[in-house]
């Protein structure tokens, strides 16, 4: 009987242990907020017309203004001398749709080992999304005015098309098919690498086909033929940050390339990772770099961003869209509940040449914008995990020239601002 409650007893204890070593949580954020604004563009006619100003306004409510909604789940467990093994798997929500549920925003498992660092594989975030989730003073929301972070809610009309301020223009944010390094810090250094690989090869085949016909047989010989294809996404990303008290430097490049043999020069390059998608990009070269610094004044937190994406057609790298942008801002708590933040921006946005019509009937026009941006936003702090928010922004295009040599240039103003409530937990 003895031996019996001993065992039991045994058996309950190393449960609780195997139990303490491995966790797994649940997180998210819900945020839905009240957005619009007005988006005014002149194509440098009499107003009124289709060659003039047209303005469109907007307002109603949508999801993630402030912070992308989402749902989460991360583990950990502890393998013992400091080794673990870790995973997260979160997905973008809509709390406007029916679809509920939407894109894959993190997947991916790996391990870590204390004192070194970790290796993952699965659908991670870049070197340089990373690094502006920690240098960005309006903490990477979803409103227009920050020219490093592009994006605006509301049903408002976008901006004049090829200005250099869709969604997610100045870098990919996440990609699929991806390893990286990351390791633990060093006397205030801290590295990560990204490297995406993906390939997809069709090798040429051929088939000889005999056919006899007539008295005695006389041989006609066909060939069937597959040509080789590739389709391959390939690329890399590399980061260091440094923290020195209450400063933090950072910088970080990344490059990814979409080849295939099916592409030519008039076949439409695309971005990776478009509006934070892991879709895969096509006849793209895709190099980026981001340089930031912070530092904590105590009253206030200062930031400074440099941002720099080029974009070339895989098949003739004379066809390219390049995006720069410097951007500064402050962040403050003016009350322990109440906090405040604020950036101004300018950049300028390049398509030299522009590849219009299709092969055999190309016009090459160049095109290029100059943006200026700034952004204004609060926090009331209900508790650590509820708040409710204000955001204001405002992003300005000129001097756009369109792919017509005979059409007039095009500038565009954008006016979006939201108000809400955002939970996490």
């Given amino acids: 009987?003895?031996?019996?409650?001993?065992?039991?007893?045994?058996?309950?204890?190393?449960?609780?242990?195997?139990?303490?070593?491995?966790?797994?949580?649940?997180?998210?954020?819900?945020?839905?907020?009240?957005?619009?604004?007005?988006?005014?563009?002149?194509?440098g006619g009499a107003v009124n017309t289709s060659s003039g100003v047209i303005k469109s306004t907007g307002l109603g409510f949508t999801s993630g203004n402030q912070s992308t909604s989402r749902l989460g789940f991360k583990g950990n467990e502890d393998l013992g001398g400091g080794l673990s093994a870790f995973f997260t798997y979160e997905i973008k929500m809509d709390n406007d749709s029916t679809a509920g549920w939407s894109t894959a925003r993190q997947a991916f498992v790996g391990v870590k080992k204390n004192g070194w660092g970790s290796i993952a594989a699965g659908t991670q975030n870049?070197?340089?999304?990373?690094?502006?989730?920690?240098?960005?003073?309006?903490?990477?929301?979803?409103?227009?005015g920050n020219l490093v972070t592009t994006s605006s809610k509301g049903p408002q009309g976008?901006?004049?098309?090829?200005?250099?301020?869709?969604?997610?223009?100045?870098?990919?944010?996440?990609?699929?098919?991806?390893?990286?390094?990351?390791?633990?810090?060093?006397?205030?250094?801290?590295?990560?690498?990204?490297?995406?690989?993906?390939?997809?090869?069709?090798?040429?085949?051929?088939?000889?086909?005999?056919?006899?016909?007539?008295?005695?047989?006389?041989?006609?010989?066909?060939?069937?033929?597959?040509?080789?294809?590739?389709?391959?996404?390939?690329?890399?990303?590399?980061?260091?940050?440094?923290?020195w008290q209450k400063l933090l430097v950072t910088a970080n490049y990344q490059s990814f390339k979409a080849t295939s043999t099916l592409n030519t020069v008039s076949t439409t390059p695309t971005l990776f990772s478009p509006g934070g998608v892991t879709t895969a990009a096509t006849n793209s070269r895709d190099a980026g770099q981001y340089y930031?610094?912070?530092?904590?004044?105590?009253?206030?937190?200062?930031?400074?961003?440099?941002?720099?994406?080029?974009?070339?057609n895989d098949t003739n790298t004379a066809f390219f869209q390049k995006y720069t942008a410097q951007q500064i801002g402050v962040r403050s708590f003016v009350t322990p509940t109440v906090e405040v933040w604020g950036s101004a921006a300018m950049g300028k946005y390049y398509a030299y040449p522009t590849l219009t019509g299709t092969a055999g009937a190309t016009t090459y026009m160049p095109g290029s914008a100059n943006l200026n941006a700034f952004q204004l936003g609060a926090n009331y702090w209900l508790s650590k995990r509820s708040n409710l928010y204000a955001i204001y922004g405002q992003t300005a295009t000129s001097n756009y020239s369109n792919t017509s040599a005979t059409s007039n240039p095009v500038s565009g103003n954008q006016n979006n601002y939201s108000v809400g409530v955002r939970h996490t937990f």
């Fill in 1 to 43: 009987m003895k031996k019996s409650l001993f065992a039991l007893a045994a058996v309950g204890a190393l449960s609780g242990v195997v139990h303490a070593q491995s966790s797994v949580t649940v997180y998210g954020i819900i945020d839905e907020g009240l957005s619009g604004g007005n988006t005014q563009v002149s194509n």
């Fill in 292 to 312: 930031a610094a912070t530092y904590d004044f105590g009253i206030l937190k200062a930031f400074g961003q440099y941002i720099n994406r080029k974009v070339s």
């Fill in 126 to 144: 870049t070197p340089i999304y990373d690094a502006v989730l920690s240098s960005d003073p309006g903490a990477v929301n979803n409103i227009a």
């Fill in 158 to 243: 976008a901006l004049p098309s090829g200005s250099g301020v869709a969604t997610n223009q100045p870098y990919a944010t996440r990609l699929a098919n991806t390893a990286s390094i990351k390791t633990d810090n060093f006397s205030g250094f801290t590295a990560r690498a990204l490297i995406l690989a993906s390939a997809a090869n069709t090798t040429e085949t051929t088939t000889n086909t005999a056919t006899t016909a007539g008295v005695g047989g006389s041989g006609v010989l066909s060939t069937v033929g597959t040509a080789s294809t590739t389709n391959n996404q390939s690329g890399f990303g590399i980061g260091a940050d440094y923290t």
